[in-house]
């Protein structure tokens, strides 16, 4: 089975020459981030990741967490792969020193991220989760709340979850029924959350439940819902661990895929539960974790993809099959074969296009949280904005692809459990479904983030793509004017379908919604495309004075491959799109049934 190595190359490619990591060091605060301060960084997690993570994915898929009178057992090792992850600090790597972090930028942590999550994603769930818990404290917690679960959390001594999820409120949160009842200077929580990750599990002290729930007089809905801290033990005042609280885990699912992380149900019989922020305001303050989460999880597709093709590439330069069709002679590594290049390249270039999207949206994220200038905040929120869906929707997406590449072109091997492969198909396939479903992720997309706002961010964008088309123009490379034709026609699909979702989104919203997903779609690859573009012209300039020329000769070549297979699908993508619901929504609901 091929082990993990990570891609540092182009991870630092990404980081330097498309994010300008240099820039976003400049910011106020993120001195730290020097070249070769993030330089150690990348290898020291690259160490962690191959070294400690990656030996546990198979064995970790393999035995699961079991759950037995209301404990979770993590599988063997994950519990000290945990201990070694908070004690060299990387759980602290992004949040302010206030509470015990190292200060450094959303980008570097988002390439160590990348990492922890291509060697074993059941693992980097936990890490995730906490993340997006201590992002909602930050923001709306009382000075008290911080003071109290901030530092361990930071430490990565305590772990956090996301509760939002009840049988029947799933991607329609509105519907949230647990309840809340104040009683002094908390509130008792009482109600039943299921698909919690990590809800129970043996890695860290306590465990810092962030729920949902309605308090008495809550109007109905998503504006009758506030937020509630839930610790699994209960702090005493000098931040000893006190009694056990009443939220339990009943038990844990069975799942197609990252068995290793427990998926529980949690039920809450009158636990003592502190508000965060105010009350009836906790979809908001849930809205910045999910925000985190989903960008975070846009990540998990671009990170299984890296990792599926790794192993896939292994193979491929060794199983023997065939002749080669111009030589013919010996039987040949299958890696001579021009459909399994097709898809090793397929794999590789639409991974190098989501990291370098991922990395660039990071980047923007930085800027958003230190920029000194109202302005420079303000453009790039709306970018972040507008991009999280299409991270989170088309990452996740085509993770799932690329895992499913992995598995052909390892044949039926790519079937059987022991060379690895399928369990990245099985574990991508969670991607698209939690942290908002790539439906719900198209629906954010299409009405809140271009219709709402008349397609202001959008048209922004596509301002940016037109100039960078004249850039594009200067160079002499053939494989770079290939890629700018078709991201030139990728460009006035957006166009398209942007001016179509306009006018029916008041007029016909069916209709502007069934493309929804479609369009998603074209808004990845256009914005993927963009980068491969970036990086094309960036290499080109770098070549002449370069002493690794076969990286940068292979990215233009990596980039052309994207313009060829993946950028020209697009102007298909704008005719389903601008169809409309006419075919979509042609059939009643009986005739769905006639057979
Ligand atoms: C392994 C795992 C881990 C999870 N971890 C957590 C966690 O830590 N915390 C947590 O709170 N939850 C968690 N979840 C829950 C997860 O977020 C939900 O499963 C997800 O949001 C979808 O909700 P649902 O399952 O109820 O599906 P439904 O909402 O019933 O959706 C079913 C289908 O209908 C579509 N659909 C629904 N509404 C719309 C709409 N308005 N427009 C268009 N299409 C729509 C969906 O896209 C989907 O295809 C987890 C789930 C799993 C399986």
Aim: with cysteine; hydrophobic share 45%; charged share 20%.
């Amino acid at each position: 089975m091929s082990s993990y190595t990570a891609p540092l190359k182009d991870m630092r490619f990404a980081l330097t020459e498309l994010a300008g990591l240099a820039e976003v060091a400049k910011l106020p605060g993120y001195q730290e981030a020097t070249p070769d301060t993030v330089d150690a960084i990348l290898e020291e997690a690259s160490k962690f990741a191959s070294e400690v993570l990656d030996p546990l994915n198979h064995s970790g898929d393999v035995e699961g967490s079991k759950w037995s009178d209301g404990k979770v057992a993590t599988p063997k090792g994950f519990k000290e792969a945990y201990r070694q992850y908070a004690e060299s600090g990387w759980s602290a790597l992004p949040f302010d020193a206030e509470h015990g972090g190292q200060g450094l930028p959303k980008l570097v942590a988002t390439a160590v991220e990348e990492m922890l999550t291509s060697s074993n994603m059941s693992f980097s769930l936990c890490p995730l989760l906490t993340q997006g818990a201590i992002h909602a404290l930050e923001l709306a917690g009382s000075d008290a709340l911080k003071q109290t679960f901030l530092g361990n959390m930071v430490a990565g001594k305590w772990t956090g979850t996301m509760n939002l999820t009840e049988p029947q409120a799933g991607s329609d949160l509105a519907l949230v029924k647990t309840r809340a009842k104040p009683a002094g200077d908390h509130y008792l929580i009482t109600g039943q959350k299921i698909f919690i990750t990590y809800g129970e599990h043996d890695m860290a002290e306590n465990i810092v439940h962030l729920v949902l729930a309605r308090t008495p007089e809550a109007p109905e809905g998503v504006k009758g819902i506030s937020l509630f801290l839930v610790p699994k033990f209960l702090v005493k005042p000098d931040g000893s661990l006190g009694e056990r609280n009443g939220a339990k885990c009943a038990s844990i699912e069975h799942k197609l895929g990252i068995h290793a992380s427990p998926t529980a149900v949690m039920v809450f019989e009158n636990a003592k539960g502190y508000l965060i922020g105010e009350e009836n305001k906790g979809l908001a303050y849930m809205f910045v974790m999910m925000n985190s989460a989903r960008f975070s999880v846009g990540l998990e597709g671009m990170s299984i993809a890296e990792r599926a093709f790794q192993r896939a590439l292994a193979y491929a330069k060794e199983r023997l099959q065939g002749k080669d069709l111009v030589q013919g002679g010996k039987t040949v590594p299958i890696i001579r074969h021009p459909d399994v290049r097709r898809m090793l390249m397929l794999m590789k270039s639409q991974t190098e296009a989501m990291r370098a999207l991922a990395y660039v949206v990071a980047a923007s994220m930085d800027v958003v949280s230190r920029s000194p200038n109202p302005e420079e905040k303000k453009k790039h929120q709306a970018f972040v904005d507008l991009m999280i869906p299409v991270v989170k929707g088309w990452s996740t997406e085509t993770g799932i692809d690329v895992a499913s590449l992995g598995v052909q072109v390892h044949g039926g091997m790519g079937f059987i459990e022991e060379t690895g492969a399928a369990q990245h198909l099985r574990d991508a396939r969670i991607t698209t479904i939690y942290e908002g479903t790539t439906g719900i992720q198209a629906s954010d997309l299409v009405g809140r983030k271009i219709a709402r706002e008349g397609g202001a961010t959008v048209k922004e964008w596509l301002k940016v793509l037109q100039q960078f088309d004249s850039e594009l123009g200067k160079s002499k490379n053939s494989d770079i004017q290939s890629l700018r034709t078709h991201l030139a026609a990728a460009v006035k699909a957006v166009e398209e379908s942007v001016a179509f979702i306009l006018s029916a989104a008041s007029k016909d919203p069916n209709a502007a919604f069934a493309g929804a997903v479609p369009f998603l779609k074209l808004m990845g690859i256009t914005a993927g495309g963009w980068q491969m573009a970036r990086a094309a012209l960036i290499a080109e300039k770098k070549l002449p004075a370069s002493e690794d020329k076969p990286f940068l000769e292979a990215k233009i070549k990596t980039a052309r491959f994207f313009g060829d297979h993946v950028l020209s699908q697009a102007s298909g993508l704008a005719a389903t799109v601008t169809s409309g619901s006419a075919a979509v929504m042609s059939l009643s609901d009986e005739q769905f049934l006639a057979a």
